[in-house]
């Protein structure tokens, strides 16, 4: 496995892993017409390209040379900042950390993670804020892992459907 940056040839399947991971983990919880609207607004080809090719988001991608394995995307400004009452004056948002659903438990996600933390850290911000499902327990413990902590309740709306989320913040100070 090696860890990358995102290219613009990387934008379809970046789009097809987020949406496919995306379906499998909460699709059920919306309804079709929800669920397809977030996922064109979050996960069209188009949006990834938007990303891939600004200065907001930073993709880090996990392939073994022939398929995509996994990503994370880190993005500053944070959009959990305003959200936070920790009062953190730097942080970035770490806004998707998926694995194909194959890879699960053989440490892709582990490898992600500790390149999201070292880079936010070699950037100079001050935390790393995720949100997390309030229902999706395993996402919670591993994020406990790393010293993320929840710090919040926020809302996390797909159409007009909105779901409880926890703000989970990690300090790099």
């Known amino acids: 496995?090696?860890?990358?940056?995102?290219?613009?040839?990387?934008?379809?399947?970046?789009?097809?892993?987020?949406?496919?991971?995306?379906?499998?983990?909460?699709?059920?919880?919306?309804?079709?017409?929800?669920?397809?609207?977030?996922?064109?607004?979050?996960?069209?080809?188009?949006a990834v390209s938007g990303e891939v090719a600004g200065e907001e988001c930073i993709h880090r991608l996990?392939?073994?040379?022939?398929?995509?394995?996994?990503?994370v995307k880190l993005c500053h400004p944070s959009w959990y900042a305003d959200d936070s009452p920790t009062g953190m004056r730097n942080p970035i948002a770490l806004g998707q950390l998926y694995t194909q659903p194959d890879t699960t438990g053989q440490g892709i996600g582990a490898a992600?993670?500790?390149?999201?933390?070292?880079?936010?850290?070699?950037?100079g911000h001050d935390a790393v804020q995720l949100s997390?499902?309030?229902?999706?327990?395993?996402?919670?413990?591993?994020?406990?892992?790393?010293?993320?902590?929840?710090?919040?309740?926020?809302?996390?709306?797909?159409?007009?459907h909105r779901d409880d989320e926890y703000l989970f913040e990690l300090r790099l100070d």
Do not use: C
Not at 15 to 33: D, I, M, N, P, W
Not at 63 to 71: A, H, N, S
Not at 112 to 123: F, K, P, S, T, Y
């Open 62 to 71: 996990a392939d073994d040379g022939t398929r995509l394995l996994g990503f």
């Open 112 to 123: 992600l993670m500790d390149w999201a933390i070292a880079e936010a850290r070699a950037r």
């Open 1 to 46: 496995m090696k860890l990358r940056p995102a290219t613009p040839a990387d934008v379809p399947a970046l789009a097809r892993l987020g949406r496919e991971s995306f379906v499998a983990a909460f699709g059920h919880l919306y309804s079709e017409k929800n669920l397809n609207a977030f996922l064109e607004m979050a996960y069209s080809e188009e």
């Open 132 to 160: 997390v499902w309030a229902g999706n327990h395993g996402a919670q413990r591993f994020y406990q892992r790393y010293g993320f902590a929840k710090v919040a309740d926020i809302d996390f709306w797909v159409g007009d």
